[in-house]
């Protein structure tokens, strides 16, 4: 394995989790969200692909919510991906 590239990618890597980390919290729902809806709802709103807590949001809170969520999967992608790439790149080496 080449050491130079993983002294190139790894930093951007961490810079660029960071940063998404950073964005994805910005949306975050606000206290009085928490303090409104009950905690299944809460914790069914941050998983990627859960929608029957939809129906048991408000319409204004739902947004922020949605949002959050949406950030969320991005997050996750943006871990998974570079986690599988490295796994091809070790394979076929």
Not at 32 to 50: A, C, M, T, V
Request: proline share 4%; glycine share 2%; aromatic share 16%.
């Amino acid at each position: 394995m080449d050491i130079e590239i993983i002294v190139i990618v790894l930093p951007i890597w961490v810079v660029a989790e960071v940063v998404i980390v950073c964005w994805m919290f910005k949306a975050k729902p606000d206290k009085h969200l928490h303090i409104k809806y009950s905690r299944k709802i809460i914790l069914l709103s941050q998983l990627p692909f859960g929608i029957k807590w939809k129906k048991n949001v408000h319409s204004d809170d739902l947004n922020k919510m949605v949002t959050y969520q949406h950030r969320i999967i991005i997050w996750y992608l943006s871990v998974i991906i570079p986690f599988i790439l490295f796994y091809i790149y070790l394979y076929f080496d």
